[in-house]
């Protein structure tokens, strides 16, 4: 995909200016991200493997989606974008929190960045597009138990969003009727 311009926020979230996002490691800028869990009506997690051609954490599992929010666009928006161009996916969401996080870059460097973080309910089959190489489906048992021990086989942003959300996630899975 070409370079596109991303908004450049401050530390309270505000958009101060706008920056093409291949320029995000090199100027160290604050920007704003999605990350998004798909919840089935099994209680699965849908996980997606990064493909191998990706700058960053290449053939590495992550939540469903996760993509920039680009200038001018809110979480929502992008949100919505990046399910449909991603997994051909539209579905119920909803907002579990956003938080300011620091990504360790696979190839070095840091993302600082501000990432909402969603869940969608989806028993649709996705359709990957370029950016993702395959799928499964795992509970949050699973995860929480390949996490202690394969953690390396997961993206490091990834591993951050988890670690926040997993409580929220716990609940929330309570809360559905089986």
């Not at 993509?67 to 399910?83: C, F, P, Q, W």
């Not at 996916?89 to 360790?104: A, P, R």
């Not at 460097?109 to 799928?135: A, M, Q, R, W």
């Not at 951050?160 to 409580?167: A, T, V």
Request: aromatic share 10%; hydrophobic share 35%.
């Amino acid at each position: 995909m070409a370079d596109y311009y991303i908004d450049v926020v401050d530390e309270e979230d505000e958009v101060i200016g706008k920056e093409l996002k291949g320029k995000k490691l090199e100027k160290g800028f604050i920007s704003r991200v999605v990350a998004v869990y798909i919840l089935d009506s099994e209680k699965e997690f849908l996980m997606c493997k990064r493909a191998s051609h990706k700058d960053d954490a290449a053939d590495l599992w992550d939540l469903a989606v996760c993509g920039n929010v680009e200038s001018g666009e809110n979480y929502e928006g992008a949100v919505r974008r990046e399910l449909k161009e991603e997994l051909d996916i539209d579905c119920k969401l909803e907002t579990l929190g956003k938080f300011y996080e620091e990504v360790e870059a696979t190839k070095g460097g840091i993302f600082k960045v501000f990432c909402g973080v969603f869940v969608g309910f989806s028993d649709e089959t996705p359709k990957l597009n370029h950016e993702l190489s395959e799928f499964r489906k795992m509970s949050f048992e699973e995860i929480e138990n390949e996490l202690k021990t394969s953690s390396e086989n997961f993206c490091h942003g990834f591993r951050i969003d988890f670690e926040k959300s997993k409580d929220k996630l716990k609940a929330l899975i309570s809360s559905i009727k089986s």
